[in-house]
């Protein structure tokens, strides 16, 4: 056999303040290390039973069909799009950024119709947007929008959305891959039908499952389908099957350190509670947002509507966008984002998710990016950035 | 918020010698928890590029398109055919097990016209029956079947059929989840044009990935599509742009944790050697075959056509099948698998994959298996078949 080159497992130690994945809480890089079980084992079918309890707590649910998508947010994104849509549907989408774009992309691909809804990267969708789309329609089977719009640093109200919906008579689709277990997300109160999310954000597991949740009124239109699913691997009525206690019937092997981590993740959610949970992204989140602005910059994202768990800033004149990031992770060990699409080489994007939302990470990231603003020629307020921060963490 | 019932994580330690998972090796287990580093990380990239390299040595191939797809195995096999059919195309597909059926399902689904060659379960398929579905149509553009079938323990010999691929001019696909690491395997030498493989089988990582192959042919063929893949999340060409090195171009978040397991557990195939890695398959299989044979047991899979990575047995005549595995794995912390389908309760399924393949557990199971079944009535000559096991072992 030729030699082939490869490396001894050594990864740096970083501090994730980009888009995601956060960083992992030591018990959750304990609990991927966990002795492998059998996925049929009695063990681990008690764990599955535990995951789904933990996730319909966690989504604020009573939804029988809770589980974790074997891959990544974007199969989760995947699985709602392509079961419930099939040729002759019309989907209503909010696109406001590169999350809502890959929805519209992903809904087409099911062969329904997709009237696609957008606003400016940075803003919301208006609810008053909406709603023409539906009325323009004979018949919209769903809507879907992203509730956290990681591109863009966008937090879209649902409420009125969700009663338009319901008005309407259109299945409520939201992504909440970076807002679950960061911000307030509630899936029965708010009348969500089919909700998903990633886990190597706000719950700061490691990437490779997609939390999901769909409810019985859902379940109900799924089975007036006249094609198949054109996924097998994500075809809801196949892995209810498996996720719901009692049958257990087997389609895919779970991946089962994953369900572990994810276990680990959503224990360490219900134990410090997602009301503090929220209130920590919240204050974290606001601390960031106010120290960039005293330190003289600008945020993208539409005043109101920021998220906590993801900040973007714009990059000023001048300032090479890449080498800022570069500097940040080969001297501070930090990783932070850059735009995408549209806002590529425009703003930076600043996670602050789960376990990665501290107040030392909010001090750590604005001396760190005052620092090398300042050097490369922009005059950043670094002390009153730091200031504002703290008033606000104390 | 209401109390949630979980348990502390705490799996049982089992001998894994089930359709899989198999046991992790403890280096692939401490890879599990390596530290998180973001999936466009420098060093991250790094671990895809040794990753792409290990993938090919292990499947003896010089394919660019060289990756783990991010789900597990039966993610790999929808990727294959969602890509290289649609609507319009002709496909033959091999059935002789759980896995040649699901192909049959999963190929459907495309709205491509699929054309299955059947065999009894335990039997391969003859290539003269797979010639006669060539020859029946105008143009088949993909013929597929699974070289280890893990419900039926059959090893499907893959020359001949890979010739009348070549004479017919279609892609040739083939499943080696239960094969790849285990069992030669050699992609560019056999005529394969698309492979892919599960983590968890002979290759002893955890479940969650599928590692996959295509070559420069199959992807010219890719580019002749008159429609969009129906999956965004497993379109190749979307993911080549991410995988290949160079563009690196942001699709979905890899799962970085579990593309360091299986990095790992790579380096453990490379190190071991690919030839001494499938002896000792060949060795430990035939040993437990040989052992079960001489306890008076009846093997299921049709003789000189067997895995060595998963043994199938006859349950005898009036013993309990699924007490026995329940026994197994209460009493001795051993699972092996039951049968699925037609085969249900009428045989068990053994598998000694990667890790898991040793002489020990040859020994093991030969021994709580004997004391089971003659404890259950059945005079089982367990001193006859650890003989027959050890001769060959030694």
């Given at each position: 056999m030729s030699t082939i080159a490869y490396q001894s497992l050594n990864p740096p130690s970083r501090i994730l303040l980009g888009p995601g994945p956060s960083n992992i809480h030591p018990r959750v890089q304990i609990a991927m290390s966990a002795l492998m079980v059998g996925h049929l084992d009695p063990y681990f079918i008690s764990i599955m039973e535990d995951t789904t309890r933990l996730l319909r707590s966690v989504f604020r649910t009573q939804n029988e069909l809770t589980f974790p998508v074997s891959g990544t947010g974007s199969a989760g994104m995947e699985a709602g799009f392509d079961n419930f849509l099939e040729a002759g549907d019309t989907a209503v989408i909010g696109s406001n950024g590169l999350f809502g774009e890959r929805m519209v992309d992903n809904a087409q691909r099911t062969g329904a119709q997709v009237i696609p809804v957008t606003a400016d990267w940075g803003r919301i969708i208006e609810p008053e947007s909406i709603e023409k789309a539906l009325k323009s329609q004979?018949?919209?089977k769903l809507l879907a929008v992203v509730q956290a719009e990681t591109s863009t640093g966008a937090l879209q109200p649902l409420l009125e959305i969700a009663s338009l919906c319901k008005r309407y008579g259109a299945l409520f689709m939201v992504d909440t891959v970076t807002s679950l277990g960061g911000h307030e997300v509630a899936v029965d109160d708010w009348g969500i039908d089919i909700c998903y999310s990633g886990?190597?954000?706000?719950?700061?597991?490691?990437?490779?499952?997609a939390p999901f949740s769909v409810n019985a009124a859902a379940m109900a239109v799924l089975k007036?389908?006249?094609?198949?699913?054109?996924s097998w691997y994500l075809d809801l009525a196949l892995l209810s099957n498996y996720w719901?206690?009692?049958?257990?019937?087997?389609h895919h092997t779970a991946p089962i350190s994953m369900i572990y981590a994810l276990h680990e993740a959503l224990a360490l959610v219900v134990e410090e509670g997602l009301e503090v949970r929220v209130k920590r992204h919240l204050r974290n989140g606001g601390a960031l947002q106010a120290g960039l602005e005293a330190m003289g910059l600008t945020l993208h994202a539409q005043k109101g509507h920021r998220l906590s768990s993801l900040t973007t800033v714009g990059v000023p004149e001048g300032i090479d966008e890449l080498k800022i990031r570069q500097q940040l992770l080969n001297e501070y060990s930090i990783e932070i984002g850059g735009g995408l699409g549209p806002l590529k080489g425009k703003i930076w994007r600043i996670g602050l998710m789960?376990?990665?939302?501290?107040a030392e990470n909010v001090l750590l990231v604005l001396a760190a990016l005052g620092k090398l603003l300042s050097k490369a020629g922009f005059r950043a307020d670094t002390a009153a950035g730091e200031m504002a921060a703290i008033q606000l963490l104390s």
């Open positions: 004979k018949k919209v886990t190597q954000k706000c719950l700061s597991c490691p990437p490779g499952l007036s389908r006249t094609t198949k699913v054109k719901s206690t009692g049958t257990r019937f087997y789960g376990h990665s939302s501290t």
